[in-house]
């Protein structure tokens, strides 16, 4: 994909920049998450080079049937296959996608970086998917084909109660729906908290809370509302830790308008369920009998598969690229067993516990915003994620989060003001 290419240009040309070994360190020093992710990456290697050798024949795992007249999943004997080394590059870039961003932004430092940075990722992210609504609508989907390089097949034509799928750039729904949600939650967070005169972000939070919903994506449904959730903890909590004691006006706001709308939208909602057909069939397809239906009995099926080969293989894993699953949780004990979970689960815990103190509000707000962005992606990687690999969009906000609390925290230890540099008045200018 495209992405893989810049990630590619991007680190051969960090590379050859002066001190990146030093930068390197400083990311992978004791406590930060950049250790705990290299630690994860090395065991991945281990168990994906191994254990599917070692476990050999031990445990029964799915693959696609491509040989012999086989068609579609099939169950075989553990054994190494292409899926492996796969996978292990698929989990290398998502490295690098943590790395990159998080050197760019101890070199360059503040939050104007990240700011054009996701500004421009959002824009691409939201125009593909517009484009693609327009070209299916036009019959030229064909105009998309130079970004559409996949060598599997694309989910193109698909259509939920009436409605075409929006896949954007990406091979099908689901995926772009979870790229349309770990951005919603960022814009969101961001919202929330910036106290300038733009109306940009809450723009974005409105474009991709459409995006979300017109992606037709039962994952990205489930996900957003469990995003919705640990967003309203988020603000008890800061409403919990306010020294004056005193509500903030826009989480009163908030509040009123949960209390007030979601009655009439609960209505609303049942009435047009009841009465229209077609949202009936919209609701039914996409949520309601997604359990019963053939996608998730399958699904449902390898998640069961993935934790008897957790246990088959004395909850070591089968290695990346060895196990099919539908859940990140069973994904990760398939693959790379209890000790990748821990690995993983400390990583996570590292990152949503990151701070910094003594910086400007604008610092402040814009780590909160990278995590309400990661949540989003977490939130339906629970829901969905066939591996360990969060992709991109999540590194690439881990990384932002990790390189600019590092950042911060060597301002705060120089005579130098954090909010006097290039990056100072980011949130009151509205950027």
Not at 17 to 35: E, F, N, T
Not at 253 to 267: D, E, F, R, S
Request: proline residues 3%; aromatic residues 10%.
């Amino acid at each position: 994909m495209t992405y893989d290419l810049v990630l590619l240009s991007l680190g051969a040309m960090l590379i050859l920049r002066r001190g990146i070994a030093d930068d390197i360190m400083r990311l992978m020093a004791p406590g930060q998450p950049g250790l705990t992710l290299l630690l994860f990456y090395i065991y991945a290697v281990f168990a994906t080079m191994f254990f599917p050798r070692i476990f050999a024949g031990e445990t029964e795992v799915f693959a696609i049937g491509r040989v012999a007249g086989q068609v579609g999943i099939v169950s075989r004997p553990l054994a190494p296959n292409g899926g492996n080394l796969s996978q292990l590059v698929r989990m290398t870039l998502a490295v690098m996608a943590f790395l990159i961003p998080a050197i760019v932004v101890m070199r360059q430092g503040g939050v104007r970086v990240i700011y054009r940075a996701m500004l421009i990722v959002s824009l691409v992210h939201a125009g593909l998917g517009v484009l693609d609504l327009l070209t299916q609508a036009t019959g030229t989907s064909f105009l998309l084909e130079p970004i559409r390089t996949a060598n599997y097949a694309l989910t193109l034509g698909q259509r939920m109660a009436g409605l075409d799928r929006m896949i954007g750039g990406f091979p099908e729904a689901s995926s772009y729906g979870y790229v349309s949600l770990g951005l919603w939650g960022y814009w969101l967070g961001y919202w929330f908290h910036n106290k300038g005169k733009s109306k940009l972000p809450g723009i974005m939070v409105l474009v991709f809370a459409f995006l979300v919903i017109r992606g037709t994506s039962s994952s990205a449904y489930v996900g957003a509302m469990l995003l919705i959730v640990v967003f309203a903890v988020m603000r008890l909590r800061e409403m919990g830790l306010s020294q004056n004691g005193l509500i903030d006006r826009r989480l009163a706001a908030v509040g009123v308008c949960v209390v007030a709308v979601l009655p009439l939208m609960i209505m609303s909602l049942y009435m047009a369920y009841a009465l229209s057909q077609g949202f009936a069939d919209f609701i039914d397809r996409s949520l309601l009998n997604k359990l019963e239906s053939d996608s998730g009995t399958e699904r449902m099926g390898f998640n069961l598969q993935a934790l008897r080969n957790f246990m088959d293989t004395w909850m070591l894993g089968a290695g990346l690229g060895s196990v099919r699953a539908s859940n990140w949780i069973a994904a990760v004990l398939g693959t790379t067993g209890l000790i990748g979970l821990g690995l993983l689960v400390t990583y996570l815990a590292q990152l949503f516990s990151t701070s910094a103190r003594g910086v400007s509000d604008e610092a402040k707000h814009m780590m909160i915003a990278l995590k309400m962005g990661m949540a989003g992606c977490l939130a339906r990687a629970l829901v969905v994620k066939g591996t360990p690999n969060l992709d991109f969009i999540f590194f690439a906000m881990a990384g932002f989060l990790t390189g600019l609390a590092i950042n911060l925290m060597a301002k705060s230890r120089s005579p130098v003001s954090e909010t006097g540099g290039t990056d100072g008045g980011l949130f009151a200018s509205g950027a």
